[in-house]
């Protein structure tokens, strides 16, 4: 099993899940997606750029993009918590998933391959 993946299945529930079902949608959104293991965490790149990664962190999963900077449409449901590059949706269950939201960020991401992760 890679490393990416025993990261995923040894979260504790309901951060399994989560994790799980996020993956899921990235592969959706992105067929051609690779996940490495990275800084301890799974990240996804798609073309050899990073799109986000997933990170199981006190009592939520952050899914932490990196070209947030470019994202206007979806800041409402960006958090940054006083960091200066990396904006997150973050999920506490299953239910706070909106699978439709998640893939538009995402590719609303992808829109920007060639910008810096700062405007």
Same mark, same amino acid.
């Given at each position: 099993?890679?490393?990416?993946?025993?990261?995923?299945?040894?979260?504790?529930?309901p951060?399994?899940?989560?994790?799980l079902?996020?993956?899921?949608?990235?592969?959706? &959104?992105?067929?051609?997606?690779?996940?490495?293991?990275?800084?301890?965490?799974?990240?996804?790149?798609?073309?050899?750029?990073?799109?986000?990664?997933?990170?199981?962190?006190k009592?939520?999963? %952050?899914?932490?993009?990196?070209?947030?900077?470019?994202? &206007?449409?979806?800041?409402?449901?960006?958090?940054?918590?006083?960091?200066?590059?990396?904006?997150?949706?973050?999920?506490?269950?299953?239910? %706070?998933? %909106? %699978?439709?939201?998640?893939?538009?960020?995402?590719?609303?991401v992808a829109?920007?391959?060639?910008?810096?992760f700062?405007?």
């Amino acid at each position: 099993m890679k490393p990416a993946e025993a990261y995923i299945l040894k979260q504790p529930e309901p951060y399994k899940s989560i994790l799980l079902h996020l993956q899921m949608l990235m592969s959706y &959104t992105f067929p051609q997606a690779e996940m490495f293991y990275k800084w301890r965490i799974p990240c996804f790149y798609v073309e050899g750029r990073p799109i986000c990664y997933f990170n199981q962190s006190k009592d939520y999963v %952050d899914v932490g993009i990196w070209h947030s900077a470019h994202l &206007t449409a979806y800041e409402e449901h960006l958090v940054s918590e006083n960091r200066k590059v990396v904006r997150s949706l973050r999920y506490k269950s299953l239910s %706070d998933i %909106d %699978d439709e939201l998640f893939i538009a960020v995402m590719r609303e991401v992808a829109k920007h391959p060639n910008t810096s992760f700062l405007k």
